[in-house]
């Protein structure tokens, strides 16, 4: 298992900024491809974006554009640059990860998690 540590939520304005990042532990952090999901109240989890072993990333419709998902192996961190905020932004994001070299869209695909960081999106 690989333990997963969120920071960087916070509250901003609509169009602001914000980096979240997801510090990664216990396993070689090369091994894994890594992903951002988010879960609004009410709503499912849903894939963000992610990030394969090798670099390949993919992104939701919904974020396309404005967010971008990067890592850091020397570091052991992944990052989500979110630009262009939008109230509908607002959720708990979530770090994830999985062994393999495949971008999962499907929550179940992955079996580690971090603990989730706020961000809210004021209009």
């Known amino acids: 298992q690989v333990q997963l540590v969120e920071s960087g939520g916070g509250l901003v304005q609509a169009g602001g900024s914000l980096r979240l990042s997801c510090a990664a532990s216990g396993r070689t952090f090369t091994w894994y491809t890594m992903a951002w999901f988010r879960q609004a109240p009410g709503k499912e989890r849903e894939f963000v974006a992610g990030?394969?072993?090798?670099?390949?990333?993919n992104y939701a419709d919904s974020v396309q554009g404005r967010f971008t998902i990067s890592r850091d192996n020397a570091k052991n961190t992944a990052y989500l640059q979110m630009s262009g905020l939008k109230p509908e932004d607002t959720a708990v994001y979530f770090c994830?990860?999985?062994?393999?070299?495949?971008?999962?869209?499907?929550?179940?695909?992955?079996?580690?998690w971090g603990q989730g960081s706020q961000v809210t999106v004021s209009s």
């Open positions: 994830a990860a999985r062994q393999g070299g495949t971008i999962w869209k499907d929550p179940s695909g992955y079996d580690n």
């Open positions: 990030i394969s072993r090798g670099g390949g990333t």
